[in-house]
């Protein structure tokens, strides 16, 4: 049982839009914060957002503020990042993951995650 799925990746153009999805199961979701990270070629894996476990706080890579937009549904155990005005320094493989939220210290660490997904492929080109 894969814990968490990632879709919503794909091929766009500079200045479009993607909405990526990750849905989890097998654990408690709603007790989790959840996070997005990327991978771009030949870069280490790093941060974009993370959303709280009820919602009420946020972070955001400087990198992406004003574009992304983190949000989760606890109800359908599914976290969104809606990508706007997309770059081509955008592209890379996005994953998901989640931090229990009572253990959480806060940082940024890929250690703090206890569940990944196997990512999505997010290609921002002309």
């Known amino acids: 049982q894969v814990p968490l799925a990632e879709s919503g990746g794909g091929l766009v153009q500079p200045g479009g839009s993607l909405r990526l999805s990750c849905t989890g199961s097998?654990?408690?979701?709603?007790?989790?914060?959840m996070a997005w990270f990327r991978e771009a070629p030949g870069k280490e894996r790093e941060l974009v957002a993370i959303?709280?476990?009820?919602?009420?706080?946020?972070y955001y890579a400087d990198s992406v503020k004003g574009r992304f937009t983190i949000s989760r549904d606890n109800a359908r155990n599914t976290a969104y990042l809606q990508l706007n005005s997309l770059k081509p320094e955008d592209t890379g493989v996005y994953f998901c993951?989640?931090?229990?939220?009572?253990?959480?210290?806060?940082?940024?660490?890929?250690?703090?995650?206890?569940?990944w997904g196997q990512g999505t492929q997010v290609t921002v080109s002309s």
């Open positions: 097998g654990f408690a979701f709603s007790t989790y914060n």
């Open positions: 993951a989640a931090a229990y939220a009572p253990k959480y210290t806060g940082g940024s660490s890929q250690s703090e995650f206890e569940y």
């Open positions: 959303l709280s476990d009820i919602a009420t706080q946020r």
